[in-house]
């Protein structure tokens, strides 16, 4: 007789990730088309060095590249 074991599923925390939400009003197609291909990527990207930083930089570097991220994105939006 073959012994059959049940595996139990491991379940694991979801990963908390934040999320950035700005409406913006977008006037030609080419623009809704990088929109669509590259903001995503580009918050993502702005989140993973803002992370980065804080376990790596010294307290003052950070605050001065935080407070220019954000400017980068105010002025997009």
Same mark, same amino acid.
């Given at each position: 007789? /073959?012994?059959?074991? @049940?595996?139990?599923?491991? @379940? !694991?925390?979801a990963i908390?990730?934040?999320?950035?939400?700005?409406?913006? +009003?977008?006037? &030609?197609?080419?623009? $809704?088309? =990088?929109?669509? !291909?590259?903001?995503?990527? #580009?918050?993502? &990207? #702005?989140?993973?060095?803002?992370?980065? #930083? !804080?376990? =790596? *930089?010294?307290?003052? /570097? $950070?605050?001065? =590249?935080? *407070?220019? =991220?954000? +400017?980068?994105?105010?002025?997009?939006?």
């Amino acid at each position: 007789m /073959a012994n059959h074991t @049940t595996q139990e599923k491991i @379940t !694991r925390p979801a990963i908390s990730r934040p999320i950035f939400e700005r409406s913006i +009003k977008i006037h &030609s197609e080419q623009a $809704i088309r =990088v929109i669509r !291909r590259s903001y995503g990527r #580009l918050i993502r &990207s #702005l989140y993973a060095i803002d992370v980065t #930083l !804080r376990i =790596v *930089g010294h307290e003052q /570097a $950070i605050d001065d =590249v935080e *407070g220019i =991220v954000s +400017k980068m994105i105010g002025d997009c939006a």
